[in-house]
């Protein structure tokens, strides 16, 4: 651990010196650190399953302590912000059915480490969210037990249903958004082990602003909104009004209170519907997961369709930036490839290194905030395994494969689909691994304003299978363009339009670009007026 820190800390001591430049002029702040300051929301992502990433004390479960010292591996690939599933106490192994939001899971350690990591990641410059489970709460929580109870207090805290209200079906199975089992009927959109909070209870949306200002309070930097369009699902609003209202209604006050209180909050959420519905969140939160655009990335890499690709793209980014409503507010997307309730792209794709590159190379070129999950840079395999054993989702959710003792592993009955996969180490030392390919771009992010920061304006080429766009930033008296141009074919293509010699990146090498752009390959040009 001490060995990576100080590694770190000497890296970090040398880029301080080559941003000065070899003279000794007094230390200016780049445009790089300007842009920082003045888009506090923009950071490439990395989604950290916390049990399966690194394991510090020798149990096989990875906790707080594991992240801290793998820091340093964090910062090399390039990430400027975690997101940690759920942290808290919780009846289930991913945490989603939360016991204690003020407090962590004893697997993961103590409130202390999770300072320190707060902490250690701050001086490295990463930043980090977490995941808040607001709809619902697990059934053994406290205030749970008490409104189920009759507890005054707490009675109203759930949504506690009359049988013939003719908003619910009452089917007494769940994905029905109501559960009764043996005793009354509670709204539980998910389970009936997890119940859904009563948002019409001011003392409940008092309590959940509350428990965001602690973790806020502690270094927190923002949330990830889990089940972000069930906050009120059916049933649990005011009669008449609209589910979908209600949800927008509530989250733009939920944003207003933490911006008051911590004006740089970034509030990503996760509604998993179709595009044309969580285009409307962005009136209300600063990101949603872009779930479209993920199975565009997906079946373009996949050779399947990539029909208008760029022109598909512009259209979405038009349609979340129409739903801001504040002329200040800048849209910023949530680009993903897979996440943890998906199966992984290293198993759709068959392993496939050459579709693998380009889905990362599609991902990491985009405006907004790319998420990383955890893994998906070794080509990381998990799917659902139906049941097998009593798992379902473990298995896409499986130890970070680091080859030595960092390695969790305390799914003991998930099946290994990653037991042959390269560790690591063995592809820090292979050049042609997958793992470059992330670490190459998420660092080119970082380094490249119109990149990171830029609009999007696609170029449309006269094959469809050549897709291209330009990311221009314009910023104060900064200025800088950048085209991507991606080969969706299996046939070169030699570039007729442009003739840049400017490469920032190339699939095959920067020194390789000889005007021809080669099969499944990703070309990014720096354009000078
Ligand atoms: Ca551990």
């Not at 594991?66 to 964090?74: K, W």
């Not at 044309?276 to 949603?288: Q, T």
């Amino acid at each position: 651990m001490k060995k990576g820190l100080i590694v770190s800390t000497f890296l970090i001591f040398l880029m301080g010196l080559s941003a000065c430049g070899k003279t000794q002029v007094p230390p200016m702040p780049s445009i790089i650190d300007e842009l920082k300051q003045a888009f506090p929301r923009h950071d490439n992502y990395y989604q950290i399953f916390v049990r399966s990433f690194a394991d510090s004390d020798g149990d096989g479960i990875g906790d707080f302590n594991g992240i801290t010292e793998n820091l340093p591996y964090l910062v090399e690939l390039g990430v400027e912000g975690l997101w940690l599933m759920p942290i808290h106490p919780s009846m289930s192994y991913h945490g989603y059915d939360v016991l204690d939001y003020y407090g962590v899971h004893e697997d993961f350690g103590t409130l202390e480490d999770f300072e320190r990591l707060l902490e250690e990641a701050d001086k490295v410059g990463i930043k980090i969210i977490i995941d808040y489970v607001l709809n619902h709460t697990g059934s053994q929580h406290p205030w749970f037990i008490q409104s189920r109870d009759n507890d005054p207090k707490y009675r109203s805290w759930y949504t506690w249903i009359n049988s013939s209200d003719p908003r619910y079906s009452l089917t007494g199975s769940w994905g029905q958004n109501i559960w009764h089992g043996s005793g009354p009927y509670y709204a539980g959109y998910f389970s009936p082990s997890m119940p859904d909070l009563n948002f019409n209870n001011q003392d409940v949306r008092e309590e959940i602003l509350n428990i965001a200002k602690y973790w806020i309070d502690l270094g927190v930097h923002g949330f990830r909104l889990d089940a972000a369009a069930h906050i009120y699902g059916q049933g649990e609003t005011v009669v008449g009004t609209p589910v979908l209202d209600s949800n927008l209604d509530y989250l733009m006050v939920f944003r207003d209170q933490l911006r008051q209180y911590y004006p740089d909050v970034y509030i990503v959420g996760e509604v998993w519907e179709d595009l044309s519905y969580y285009s409307m969140f962005y009136r209300s939160m600063d990101s949603a997961f872009n779930f479209a655009l993920a199975d565009m990335i997906m079946t373009s890499a996949s050779g399947a369709s990539y029909f208008n690709y760029t022109t598909r793209l512009a259209s979405q980014y038009s349609s979340f930036t129409s739903n801001l409503l504040e002329p200040t507010e800048i849209m910023i997307d949530a680009p993903f490839l897979r996440n943890h309730d998906q199966d992984r792209p290293a198993s759709t794709l068959n392993g496939d290194i050459n579709k693998l590159r380009l889905a990362a190379e599609m991902l990491l070129v985009l405006p907004g905030n790319p998420f990383v999950y955890y893994g998906e840079e070794l080509g990381m395999k998990g799917i659902k395994t139906e049941g097998t054993n009593g798992i379902w989702d473990e298995t896409r959710r499986l130890p970070f494969v680091w080859g030595d003792d960092r390695q969790t592993n305390w799914c003991t009955q998930c099946v290994d689909y990653n037991a042959t996969l390269p560790t690591l180490q063995d592809q820090v030392n292979d050049p042609n691994a997958l793992y470059h390919v992330y670490k190459e771009l998420l660092n080119l992010r970082k380094e490249t304003p119109a990149l990171k920061y830029g609009n999007f304006e696609p170029y449309v080429f006269d094959l469809n299978r050549i897709q291209g766009f330009f990311r221009t930033l314009e910023y104060q008296n900064y200025s800088q363009t950048v085209m991507v141009v991606h080969n969706f074919d299996s046939s070169a293509y030699v570039f007729t339009d442009f003739a840049f010699d400017d490469v920032l990146y190339y699939t095959k090498g920067i020194a390789q670009y000889d005007g021809t752009i080669a099969p499944l390959s990703t070309i990014i040009f720096e354009v000078h007026a």
